[in-house]
Nanobody, 126 residues
Framework: QVQLVESGGGLVQAGGSLRLSCAAS????????MGWFRQAPGKEREFVAS????????YYADFVKGRFTISRDNAKNTVYLQMNSLKPEDTAVYYC???????????????????WGQGTQVTVSS
């Protein structure tokens, strides 16, 4: 069982930066691949970025490549999403998710992940 708590969201002007954090409970955090998703009002939840259990591989949605960076600190049971050059269209609730070892599915699919945080609001003003 993994519990996830996101933080770091807020209101920022276009072009600004935010760093989201996701703190995980449980001693097996380091064995979970982690992902960030987002959901804007009236839209489906969409993949943003993911990172393997070791941090050795990262994956990004095309619309955040070059602007967002996912990272993790297994000693602190925390995964981060550094967001730079924010745009108004990045406004959404951002969710952290954990994928159990050996689970099926691809890294960009919502159904691949077994545990979710409550989300943190990111609002980018123009």
């Amino acid at each position: 069982q993994v519990q996830l708590v996101e933080s770091g969201g807020g209101l920022v002007q276009a072009g600004g930066s935010l760093r989201l954090s996701c703190a995980a409970s449980g001693r097996t955090f380091s064995s979970y691949a982690m992902g960030w998703f987002r959901q804007a009002p009236g839209k489906e939840r969409e993949f943003v970025a993911s990172i393997t259990w070791s941090g050795g591989n990262t994956y990004y949605a095309d619309f955040v490549k070059g602007r967002f960076t996912i990272s993790r600190d297994n000693a602190k049971n925390t995964v981060y999403l550094q967001m730079n050059s924010l745009k108004p269209e990045d406004t959404a609730v951002y969710y952290c998710a954990a994928r159990s070892p050996g689970s099926s599915g691809t890294y960009y699919q919502v159904r691949t992940y077994d545990y979710w945080g409550q989300g943190t609001q990111v609002t980018v003003s123009s």
